[in-house]
């Protein structure tokens, strides 16, 4: 954290993570600076850093959680930076969240509640539906 989304613009590729137990159960944070929507853990990429490294960073500073594995599920269009944005589905132990200063609030939610509260969002949502295509719906 630290830093303002798009301060280092000039090397701007932003990463979003959907994290899960794997037990059905997903994690999302609402921001104390941005939209009141729950969200996805997501991030800059920082210089010499790959997406996956990133990931690690980004979702211990922000959750305090453990992640155990990631997978690529695609990348979207993201039209608020005209960039695109790489989608991830990470499990992560379910544990106590342990929030930083940009993080207001996390919470574990069910598929069908975790769904709907990624429905207001853009790629979010996507990340959902097609984290579900891809493990066939388990």
């Known amino acids: ?7 280092e ?5 932003p990463a979003q993570y959907l994290l899960t137990d794997g037990a059905g159960k997903y994690a999302l944070i609402r921001q104390t600076y941005a939209t009141r929507n729950y969200v ?14 990133t990931a690690l960073r980004e979702i211990r500073e922000e959750t305090g959680l453990e992640v155990l594995n990631m997978r690529y599920i695609s990348s979207y269009y993201y039209p608020k930076h005209d960039n695109l944005m790489l989608g991830y589905l990470c499990t ?10 940009e ?12 769904r709907e509260l990624l429905s207001h969002g853009t790629v979010g949502k996507d990340l959902m539906r097609d984290s579900l295509r891809m493990n066939d719906g388990r």
Do not use: M, N
């Open 9 to 13: 613009f000039h090397f701007a590729t």
């Open 92 to 101: 992560v132990k379910h544990g106590e969240f342990r929030l930083s200063g």
């Open 40 to 53: 996805c853990v997501a991030g800059f990429i920082k210089e010499h850093e790959t997406a996956e490294q």
């Open 1 to 7: 954290g630290g830093v303002e989304p798009g301060a």
């Open 103 to 114: 993080v207001e609030t996390a919470g574990w939610f069910g598929l069908e509640e975790a």
